[in-house]
T-cell receptor
Framework: KNEVEQSPQNLTAQEGEFITINCSYS?????LHWLQQHPGGGIVSLFM???GKKKHGRLIATINIQEKHSSLHITASHPRDSAVYIC????????????FGKGTKLTVNP | NAGVMQNPRHLVRRRGQEARLRCSPM?????VYWYRQLPEEGLKFMVY????????ESGMPKERFSAEFPKEGPSILRIQQVVRGDSAAYFC??????????????FGPGTRLTVT
């Protein structure tokens, strides 16, 4: 079993819909990252959080440390949001390495 | 402030050749991480370096792969005697500090290695 699990693997939505992507992890973490990877392949860091909730524009990320779960929400989705969204955790115990989920491929149709 | 730079963006090598991938971290960042993304797979950690030190290389294949981050110049990921299975996207990330609280990692655009 992977240390970081994402769901769904693939998600298709219509423009304007509210999107939720989930991430569960099984290890102790120092922080959790949400990343975006566009078809061109570049990776952009959207959020880093260790508690609570963060908001940036139409994107909202939440984390529940007790339940080891995080969600990424996109409000009023747009075709330009189409990308792979990746959850990654920074594990506790001194290591600085990120452990990644397999990603959620989001397609937003006009 | 320029972002993390990687070059080349695309690299084609024949089996048995050497591949050298370069990463220049963001200005003021002294920590570099290399990750590999195999086709249709997720990202995997390879190595974490600070200037002149390898901190964690637990994700590096035991043979043919090496990494360095010299006092001057970019970090280099070197793959000797490449094989087709090395074809992947290699991403570098940098961060300014690694004390508590943890700092965000900033990713470069990646180098896509194709071994023919």
């Amino acid at each position: 079993k992977n240390e970081v699990e994402q769901s769904p693997q693939n998600l298709t939505a219509q423009e304007g819909e509210f999107i939720t992507i989930n991430c569960s992890y099984s290890v102790g973490i120092s922080a959790l990252h949400w990343l975006q990877q566009h078809p061109g392949g570049g990776i952009v860091s959207l959020f880093m959080l260790s508690s609570g909730k963060k908001k940036h524009g139409r994107l909202i990320a939440t984390i529940n440390i007790q339940e080891k779960h995080s969600s990424l929400h996109i409000t009023a989705s747009h075709p330009r949001d189409s990308a792979v969204y990746i959850c990654a955790v920074l594990t506790q115990g001194g290591s600085e390495k990120l452990v990644f989920g397999k990603g959620t491929k989001l397609t937003v149709n006009p | 402030n320029a972002g993390v730079m990687q070059n080349p963006r695309h690299l084609v090598r024949r089996r048995g050749q050497e591949a050298r991938l370069r990463c220049s971290p963001m200005k003021g960042h002294s920590h570099v991480y290399w990750y590999r993304q195999l086709p249709e797979e997720g990202l995997k950690f390879m190595v974490y370096l600070q200037k002149e030190n390898i901190i964690d290389e637990s994700g590096m294949p035991k043979e043919r792969f090496s990494a360095e981050f010299p006092k001057e110049g970019p970090s280099i990921l070197r793959i000797q005697q490449v094989v087709r299975g090395d074809s992947a996207a290699y991403f570098c990330a940098s961060s300014p500090n690694t004390g508590a609280p943890r700092y965000e990692q900033y990713f470069g655009p990646g180098t896509r290695l194709t071994v023919t």
